[in-house]
């Protein structure tokens, strides 16, 4: 028997383009759409905590890949210099 696992991440697909974003503004989206996050869950709108968790994943995984890219270029452990 195989087990098959498959990446559930969703990203929201009304989000515009945040690839013009630094890395402040979207920690910066982050906290603020969990503050409303909070205040959905608190009145019992799943449906909207639903949005809000796919919108804050969308800013996360954006935050992520720019700080991934940002590491891979100031990253010299293991480079052997050979000049």
Request: net charge negative.
């Amino acid at each position: 028997m195989s087990l098959f696992l498959y990446n559930i991440d969703m990203e929201h697909p009304l989000i515009p383009n945040i690839d013009n974003l630094s890395t402040d503004e979207l920690n910066a989206k982050v906290s603020e759409l969990s503050k409303k996050l909070s205040i959905a869950w608190r009145l019992g709108n799943h449906h909207l905590c639903n949005q809000l968790r796919m919108a804050i994943e969308t800013y996360q995984n954006k935050y992520i890949e720019k700080l991934r890219a940002s590491q891979t270029g100031t990253d010299t452990d293991g480079i052997i210099d050979i000049t």
